[in-house]
């Protein structure tokens, strides 16, 4: 790893490290960066908002690190986006933007993940993947090899690293060091009645806080108010638990050796944060409605969104609408449109156009017209176009638009698909029923065929043709397409958009 590591930051850009919770990505880049940029500027924003600050009003000299441990935590609007990442690496400085990222997460913006999204919640999926293939990806194992085992004991005296190499090779050497197995064990045993169960509900509500994309220590007083949901789920006074504050010394309390990890990092006046170890960890259950009412509310707009974005994809639908509506509030055209799609708009349809009419000029200006950013938004303002009703300008958007994203994207694009489902849409809305209906069909035979017929977009295509002939008063030809469309959706949860989408629409054919 050291050696590929090394070459990509002599390359300079944009280096990400990318591996599993205690793999040593963290120490890995501190330390290549000691011995290959020592002498440079290093900036570390704390937090989403501070990449903005950093590019607006940072005077540091030419070569600078800039970095970004647990890059997750940045990505999205607000933070770290295509055109945030263009602007620090084209500045006058000789930038290096250093990150790290768990495999878990890394894993999420993955091709094969696009499946998991639609709508505009995929778009912000897809600005999310578009920084990471912005990167030099460095992997980082977390086990060592029989190679790296050798040499390290042929350096060290360390006994903690001793221990470490001397272990069984199922866990990795950083992973050991850092105590992780160790404090799974005690966070496991801590439920046994009468040992810490209040100190492992406090743990539990910390990690779920964090496996909600809250990353940020959280108050003492949250904890304790988010902690007994957990502790009455598992037994309540059955399991005779301790006092508050003792729960919270024990979670704070390092492992066995002195100096390693513990449950919770923080302390009680400044808030706690679950160890990363524990984050990724499988079988995990969901994430209970409180956790995300409070994580949501305490977090700022942008990051907020994000949340919110997380509770829409985890089923979330209900709980992740005011944090939307705080974003379309503040300008975030990706947030408007989802409530858009969710049936259930806050401000009228020619307020949400302004604002997406002024992102895309933005990015016309920064990037051109032709980037992938400049075609998401164009497509954004065509879509609010069609919800104004302005069903020909609506048309001759998506046209032109349909003819520059597929030279620039791909026939097969998701972004060039939605444009011909979009383009259909108007065609069909402006009174072209029998055209419009033939190009509906078209565009979602070509969807289906391009990600298949279980995709959530393609499911949400088929039900707003049956929304778009129901609102033509052509309810036979809907009724012939529900029945399938209802089977196609049955794995759906209940709550899910869609599924809520196509209940009102049979109810209405009934009648």
């Not at 990795?172 to 045993?189: F, I, K, R």
């Not at 994430?287 to 089923?315: K, R």
Request: glycine share 8%.
């Amino acid at each position: 790893m050291e050696p590929h590591l090394h070459a990509a930051l002599r390359r300079g850009g944009f280096v990400l490290l990318v591996g599993e919770s205690t793999a040593g990505k963290t120490r890995a880049a501190f330390e290549a960066i000691r011995l290959l940029h020592p002498d440079e500027h290093f900036a570390a924003p704390s937090a989403r908002e501070s990449i903005e600050v950093l590019l607006d009003g940072w005077e540091a000299a030419n070569a600078c690190v800039v970095w970004l441990d647990d890059l997750e935590r940045f990505l999205g609007p607000g933070g770290l986006t295509t055109s945030t990442l263009h602007r620090l690496l084209v500045s006058d400085r000789q930038v290096l933007v250093l990150a790290t990222m768990r495999s878990h997460e890394y894993d999420r913006y993955r091709d094969r993940a696009e499946t998991e999204t639609s709508g505009a919640a995929q778009e912000v999926w897809r600005q999310g993947r578009a920084v990471l293939r912005q990167a030099q990806v460095v992997h980082v194992e977390r086990r060592w090899t029989d190679t790296e085992r050798e040499r390290a004991r042929a350096v060290t005296a360390d006994p903690r690293l001793v221990r470490a190499l001397a272990a069984d090779k199922r866990f990795g050497v950083a992973e050991l060091l850092a105590a992780g197995p160790e404090l799974l064990e005690a966070w496991q045993h801590a439920w046994v009645p009468g040992h810490h169960p209040r100190g492992a509900a406090l743990v539990a509500a910390a990690v779920d806080a964090r496996r909600a994309g809250y990353h940020r220590p959280l108050p003492a007083q949250v904890l304790q108010q988010l902690h007994e949901g957990y502790l009455v789920r598992r037994g309540g006074a059955e399991l005779r638990p301790e006092s508050f504050q003792e729960a919270m010394n024990w979670a704070l309390t390092p492992t066995v050796p002195a100096g390693a990890n513990s449950l919770l990092l923080g302390d009680t006046e400044n808030g706690c944060l679950a160890f990363d170890y524990l984050i990724d960890l499988p079988a995990q259950q969901a994430i209970p409605e409180p956790v995300w009412v409070a994580v949501m509310d305490l977090a700022p707009l942008h990051e907020a969104y994000t949340i919110a974005c997380n509770a829409f994809l985890s089923g979330e639908f209900t709980l992740a609408l005011p944090a939307l509506r705080r974003a379309a509030e503040a300008g975030i055209g990706e947030a408007e449109r989802m409530l858009w799609e969710s049936n259930a708009p806050m401000r009228p349809a020619e307020e949400g156009l302004a604002v997406t009419r002024q992102r895309m000029q933005a990015l016309r200006q920064e990037f051109g017209t032709d980037h992938e950013e400049t075609l998401l938004a164009e497509s954004m303002v065509a879509s609010f176009t069609l919800y104004c009703g302005r069903y020909s300008e609506a048309r001759r958007i998506y046209e032109q638009l349909v003819d520059k994203a597929t030279l620039t994207l791909g026939p097969n694009d998701r972004l060039v698909l939605g444009v011909e489902f979009g383009l259909a849409s108007s065609i069909f809305a402006s009174g072209a029923h029998d055209e419009g209906l033939t190009l509906l069909e078209a565009a979602i035979r070509k969807s289906t065929d391009t990600l298949g017929p279980g995709d959530l977009t393609v499911l949400d295509r088929r039900r707003s043709m049956i929304q778009l002939l129901v609102e033509a008063g052509r309810n036979g030809d809907a009724l012939q397409r529900l029945p399938d469309l209802e089977a196609n959706c049955a794995h759906l949860s209940p709550t899910h958009p869609i599924a809520v989408s196509i209940r009102r629409l049979a109810s209405h054919l009934q009648h």
